[in-house]
């Protein structure tokens, strides 16, 4: 198989893991072209966490580890994923047991994000929302939305610290913490 057919293999993949991909494509598309990067040192180990998918892609499919190594660091959409099902496997499972819901926290995050509006849909997808989608990522990436994540993957009504400079697995659980998303699934 050559590299496009795998990269392609790869990204329908990633595509089915969001469940709710049907009318997103374009949009995950753009997600899988861009590269994720972090000013923020210990975002390192949420970069790990995406690039892990590539492993569980290519032991399922019996290819050898490194084949998918062509493309680069981690990208904005294996970021989100793998950051969504790392949270939903350590703290949320304890609420809601063997659930899988890490769809439901990848599509919250690109909600947040504001790119899950009609703009982004496939049927109104369009150079002009391309370029949104290019600032807002460009926002989020360079930690330039403000203090309480407005702008970023995880908004806050209330923080006492400016939460660009906390790693995004802080924010997300500062996020679930406020929003109080982990009783959802508490058993009374």
């Known amino acids: 198989m050559d590299q496009e057919a795998l990269k392609e293999e790869y990204f329908q993949y990633l595509k089915v893991s969001t469940v709710n991909y049907y009318d997103h494509e374009c949009l995950l598309r753009y997600l ?3 590269e994720f990067y972090s000013p923020v040192r210990l975002d390192e180990d949420r970069v790990a966490w995406g690039l892990l998918l590539r492993n569980g892609f290519l032991l399922k499919n019996d290819i050898p580890l490194g084949f998918l190594d062509f493309i680069g660091t981690c990208t904005i959409l294996e970021l989100l994923l793998g950051l969504a099902q790392q949270y939903d496997e350590y703290v ?7 659930v899988n819901r890490s769809h439901l926290w990848f599509w919250m995050m690109v909600d947040n994000l504001g790119l899950y509006s009609a703009e982004y849909k496939d049927q109104m997808w369009n150079d002009r929302s391309k370029e949104n989608c290019r600032r807002i990522l460009d926002i989020f990436l360079d930690r330039q939305y403000d203090q309480n994540c ?3 993957l995880f908004p806050l009504e209330t923080v006492t610290v400016d939460m660009r400079e906390i790693p995004l697995w802080g924010q997300i659980n500062h996020y679930f913490r406020e929003k109080k998303l982990w009783n959802l699934y508490r058993e009374e």
């Open 92 to 98: 949320m499972q304890r609420y809601s047991g063997d």
């Open 150 to 152: 407005h702008g970023g």
């Open 32 to 34: 899988f072209s861009r």
